[in-house]
């Protein structure tokens, strides 16, 4: 009989490096990130440990000495878990498992756990649970002695809580159901689609937690879930709106981040579908965010390994109401005027105004330049659905 014993507790230390290609700006940026997604996930974050390396050491992560240092925190403030802000090699897990004796998550896992713990409906919780055996398929050996010390918490939720005695067959075996079960699921979901008509299709793309839910709810005037967490909507949620005399379908989809686990662009494909079916998609940015221009970056960058960059787009930037700048004083002659002291005037006047495509500033809670924001999309949905349905031209002459 495998003895276990409780997670020593949900605090956590967070661990990431500086290197050639992740800044010291950048790698504290990720970990403020980790902090969040950690938060998200139910513990709490106490302490973080960087290192400077030109690489990850390819069986320890962090060099020895910066290890040591880890494990001695550990050690004297009762620690349950240390968190890598990459995602960790099955050899990597388990000699930094060994050596610090306690939970090793790495950022996909994390993530994977948070996306358990957020699924709803069966088809969520299918595409979640194949992300998750596809990650731990590799990491077997590990999670045998994973579960030995460990039970429950962070990082635990899902397949691996219960299935100690899995082997690399039966994990395989669950894989190819889950994926059977998701084909079906796909069609399903490509029946629903089809039956929709030749109505617009509009997806709310974007990076977690902008406020996409939100804006959903103002539009559709519906009830979806939206909560200031991480990942707080899994499923896609589709409703009909209608601005002016046009109906269209507005849907609500996952949000992206940096790193995010291909395991999980892999198993969600039902929902990128979505998003890859739409005839417009509108890019909401939280402004208020320091880092804002990075995660346009991101999602950019996945809307295009998805093949969807091509499409139409609107660039919605929420949150104005929590946006603010520092300040520089009039007789200050000294301080530079960076990004960090521009106002959403200054924006507007930047890249924001050259952009291909359109833009528009609102705040989803407060209903700020709703009107607007409505007016901007009647118009761009209107000129696909002229496209689409040039016989009812004349139903726009009085507007």
């Not at 635990?156 to 082997?167: N, S, V």
């Not at 509009?202 to 990942?231: I, P, R, W």
């Not at 949150?319 to 530079?336: G, Q």
Request: with cysteine; charged share 30%.
């Amino acid at each position: 009989m495998i003895e276990t014993r409780e997670a020593i507790s949900e605090k956590a230390v967070l661990i990431g490096i500086i290197t050639q290609h992740q800044n010291e700006k950048q790698s504290e940026e990720y970990l403020d990130e980790l902090d969040f997604l950690t938060l998200t996930a139910g513990g709490i974050a106490v302490k973080r440990f960087v290192q400077k390396l030109e690489k990850p050491n390819p069986k320890t992560f962090l060099g020895t000495g910066k290890l040591e240092e880890v494990k001695a925190y550990i050690e004297s403030h009762n620690i349950g878990t240390a968190i890598f802000d990459d995602e960790l090699s099955p050899a990597q897990l388990r000699n930094i498992e060994n050596f610090l004796d306690c939970k090793i998550l790495d950022r996909t896992n994390l993530i994977l756990d948070i996306f358990a713990n957020r699924a709803q409906t069966s088809s969520a919780k299918a595409q979640v649970e194949l992300a998750q055996y596809q990650y731990l398929l590799p990491r077997l050996t590990r999670l045998w002695t994973h579960l030995d010390k460990q039970k429950g918490g962070i990082g635990m939720r899902g397949p691996g809580e219960t299935e100690i005695e899995t082997d690399r067959r039966i994990i395989r075996d669950k894989i190819t159901l889950l994926k059977k079960k998701l084909i079906t699921v796909d069609k399903q979901m490509a029946v629903q689609r089809k039956n929709r008509g030749k109505m617009v299709r509009v997806a709310l793309v974007g990076y977690t937690n902008v406020g996409k839910s939100t804006l959903m709810n103002v539009v559709s005037k519906s009830e979806v879930f939206a909560e200031d967490k991480l990942f707080a909507t899994l499923d896609t949620t589709v409703r009909k709106v209608v601005i002016k005399n046009i109906p269209f379908l507005m849907t609500d989809t996952v949000g992206f981040i940096r790193k995010l686990p291909t395991q999980l662009v892999e198993s969600f494909k039902s929902t990128l579908d979505e998003v890859r079916e739409a005839d417009l998609l509108l890019h909401i940015v939280d402004i208020s965010h320091p880092n804002f221009e990075d995660h346009i970056a991101s999602v950019n960058k996945i809307l295009d390994e998805i093949k969807c960059a091509h499409k139409p787009v609107v660039m919605v930037f929420n949150k104005i109401d929590a946006y603010s700048h520092d300040v520089i004083e009039e007789d200050d002659l000294i301080t530079e005027k960076t990004k960090a002291h521009y106002t959403l005037s200054d924006w507007e006047r930047t890249w924001m105004k050259d952009l291909e495509k359109e833009s528009i500033f609102i705040s989803a809670l407060n209903k700020d330049n709703l009107e607007n924001f409505k007016e901007k999309v009647y118009e761009v949905v209107k000129r696909i659905h002229i496209q689409r349905f040039p016989y009812n031209d004349f139903l726009y002459q009085e507007y």
